[in-house]
């Protein structure tokens, strides 16, 4: 494979029972649309009593049976999070903490005459205060991305990995990653190379996926392509560069 092939969501995670959570931005074929989808899989009962709920600015995690609730430290939280032009999406309550860095950085030019200021910045300077999960022998790492409607009738958007830097959990190793946006391209960061035990960081670049045009294609291929047993909630986002027009769908193998 080229380092520039573009690949389709289900044959990407082809075979691959537990890539944990992940999540995805790009922008469709035609160029009209910023996509952003998170989902989360789960092996334990805990992790699979789950269900996405919508919120005015984004998505929260509740207990599908609060009564089965174990330990929610890891397993509630609000995924997506939206501050003015700025998209959050995380695999865990570091949204909050990226929400609180826009909001500080952001009141820094409340009296300033600039009239755009890009807030960007405070995405990798909230996440430098975020560690890996202290879950061991696992140590889940923390994914995150942020897109950043800054532009006329387009978005960049960063990726940032949080993983532990050596099978002790003894330190934590940042990676950050920006882009420009590019029409059918979209960027994959997951928690786990796949299933083990303990269950394998992922490791290097995000992948590169296809993001056509139509979000219930989209929808589909990635619910689909995820392995039966173990996931759990999808949640699919398009939002239009030209008018701000967004839909969104939300799948909850708990329903």
Known sequence: MGIYDITRFDELV?????????????????GRKAVT???????????RNR???ETPDGIIIRAFDPSKLEDPSLVIYSPVREYKNYMIVTNGD??????KALEKWD????????QVVDLSYAFEVGLTTRDFEPDGPNFTPRISAMLSFTKANDFTYKMNICKSADAEGTACNRYNF???????????????NHDGNPIPTFTGEPERVFIPND?????????????ENNKVSLYVS????????KETRIINKNQ
């Open 178 to 192: 920006s882009y420009t946006a590019l029409s059918g391209l979209g960027h994959f960061i997951h928690t786990y």
């Open 14 to 30: 082809k075979g691959n029972s537990y890539v944990g959570r992940g999540i995805i931005v790009g922008k469709s074929e035609d």
């Open 51 to 53: 269900v996405f709920v």
């Open 37 to 47: 989808a998170y989902f989360i899989m789960g092996r334990s009962t805990n992790s």
């Open 94 to 99: 570091q949204t909050d903490t990226v929400y």
């Open 238 to 245: 398009y939002i239009d560069l030209f008018n701000g027009e």
């Open 215 to 227: 979000i219930d294609e989209f929808k589909d291929t990635i619910w689909n392509g995820l392995d």
């Open 107 to 114: 009141g820094v030019f409340v009296q300033s005459p600039i």
